[in-house]
């Protein structure tokens, strides 16, 4: 059985769906083992919601936010992963 893919760049792919009511996923890669950190922010910039905090095994990985309980609007996506920074827009439509 071959090994799963490794990423060459770290990398946090658009959202998806997006306008999305109320779940989304998230798909990001890390090259090499270590620690990650993917925050959801209101359009305030108050953090809502942490979806991971943790470290990680090289590779591609998914993580799906289910904003039920919170209210339509714009909202940002924030990866920190080692020098790697990257901060999407994404919308709740319900």
Same mark, same amino acid.
């Given at each position: 059985?071959?090994?799963?893919?490794?990423?060459?760049?770290?990398?946090?792919? *658009?959202?998806y769906p997006?306008?999305?009511?109320?779940v989304?996923t998230?798909?990001f +890669?890390?090259?090499?083992? +270590?620690?990650?950190?993917?925050? @959801?922010?209101?359009? *305030? +910039?108050?953090?809502?919601?942490?979806l991971?905090?943790?470290?990680?095994?090289? +590779?591609?990985?998914n993580?799906?936010?289910?904003a039920?309980?919170?209210?339509?609007?714009?909202?940002?996506?924030?990866? @920190?992963?080692s020098?790697?920074?990257?901060? *999407?827009? @994404?919308?709740?439509?319900?």
């Open positions: 059985m071959a090994a799963p893919p490794i990423p060459e760049v770290y990398s946090l792919s *658009q959202a997006n306008p999305f009511n109320p989304t998230l798909e +890669g890390v090259p090499v083992d +270590g620690d990650v950190a993917i925050d @959801i922010y209101n359009i *305030q +910039g108050r953090l809502v919601e942490s991971v905090s943790r470290h990680m095994e090289a +590779g591609y990985h993580v799906v936010w289910n039920d309980y919170h209210a339509s609007g714009v909202y940002f996506v924030k990866m @920190i992963a020098e790697y920074l990257k901060t *999407q827009k @994404i919308m709740l439509v319900k």
